[in-house]
């Protein structure tokens, strides 16, 4: 997403009261005679040509009668002038909020088009402001500060603050670019279902369709790649009330870890409170409604009691993984995952039977 672009910002602006005096001097009008034929006092013509008093609709009518020129021009000076001086001002306030914009990835955000590229701190303070869609650093603060947002995460939650609230950000624009219909819980369920069996098919065939099936639903479903400094696995939050969001990092870059993941948000959309916002980080899951979310997804992904049988046997071949997956539906990378996850596997033993994923722009 680039902001503001292609838009002409000159660094000067003319003030009215400049245009006035060369007018009245090419047609021989001293400033007392123009007050007089305006109706007004000679103070205030002269603070308007000083830019000491802005010029109203009320004057511009009166310039307007007795200069023939346009009232519509003299108030687009004056709101030229204006809208000049306040942008001055405000480059003035954000060279002082260098300091926060220095926190945020913003070479990152410049490559990957959703900010222009910024030409010094106060322009980058500028396109940061913008790409949050508010008017000024404590707005920032009030509405994506750690302590305003009500987040709920691992306690070894270790990602950097504004780092978490820029991958949030690109989700929410992900997000409302998105059509959704109204959320509908059943449709929902019966879309989990089916995306669950897209787990066997190409990544590149089973995210678009899975993204339809929760759009249908009333969820967008968003995959983010990660910004540095941040160790996330997925968030989950309402946009609306008839809108949820799913936000995936795919962080492992794995099959396995980019399901489990999708189905553990699920568990939040469908289980807990739409006033919070999940963010769930890759060991996250010691909090009671993370264990909840992550129970509710392992038991979605395999029925409870098909893997209490499985597990029994202790499996640690390919070739006995392979056949239970096939039996269930489902990527045996994500039977892997279970298996490892829960130290029935070592972290090092059969990952190949994992799907490794890359990001387009590492291709």
């Not at 947002?149 to 939650?157: G, I, K, M």
Request: charged share 25%.
């Amino acid at each position: 997403m680039a902001t503001m672009t292609n838009q002409f910002r000159p660094d000067y602006a003319v003030p009215p009261g400049w245009v006035l005096e060369e007018r009245l001097e090419v047609q021989g009008i001293s400033h007392a005679e123009f007050a007089r034929r305006c109706g007004r006092s000679p103070k205030l013509i002269s603070e308007i040509i000083a830019g000491k008093a802005p010029l109203e609709p009320e004057t511009a009518l009166q310039f307007e009668k007795v200069l023939g020129m346009d009232a519509s021009i003299w108030l687009g000076i004056e709101s030229d002038y204006q809208l000049h001086r306040a942008r001055e001002s405000e480059a003035a306030d954000a060279a002082g909020s260098s300091a926060w914009a220095n926190g945020f990835p913003v070479k990152e955000l410049a490559k990957r088009g959703a900010i222009r590229r910024p030409a010094n701190d106060a322009d980058a303070v500028s396109e940061l402001l913008a790409f949050f869609r508010v008017g000024s650093v404590d707005a920032w603060k009030v509405k994506y500060g750690m302590a305003n947002v009500a987040y709920r995460h691992s306690p070894s939650f270790a990602s950097n603050e504004t780092a978490l609230a820029t991958w949030l950000r690109l989700g929410e624009i992900e997000a409302e670019g998105q059509k959704c219909t109204d959320y509908n819980e059943n449709q929902f369920k019966k879309a989990l279902r089916e995306i669950r069996e897209l787990t066997c098919a190409p990544i590149e065939d089973s995210l678009p369709r899975s993204r339809y099936l929760c759009n249908q639903a009333g969820v967008a479903l968003a995959v983010v790649k990660p910004l540095p400094k941040t160790a996330l696995s997925g968030a989950a939050w309402w946009q609306t009330p008839r809108k949820a969001v799913i936000q995936l990092s795919a962080r492992h870059k794995s099959d396995d870890h980019l399901w489990f993941s999708f189905f553990h948000e699920a568990a939040h959309i469908l289980l807990h409170s739409k006033k919070s916002v999940f963010v769930d980080e890759v060991n996250g899951g010691d909090a009671d409604l993370e264990a909840e979310a992550n129970e509710w997804a392992a038991n979605a992904l395999i029925p409870r009691s098909a893997w209490e049988d499985f597990v029994q046997s202790s499996p640690r071949s390919a070739v006995s993984i392979r056949a239970f997956a096939k039996e269930q539906g489902i990527s045996p990378g994500i039977v892997v995952g279970m298996l490892q996850h829960q130290g029935r596997l070592p972290w090092t033993h059969l990952n190949g039977l994992k799907v490794r994923l890359t990001w387009k722009d590492e291709t």
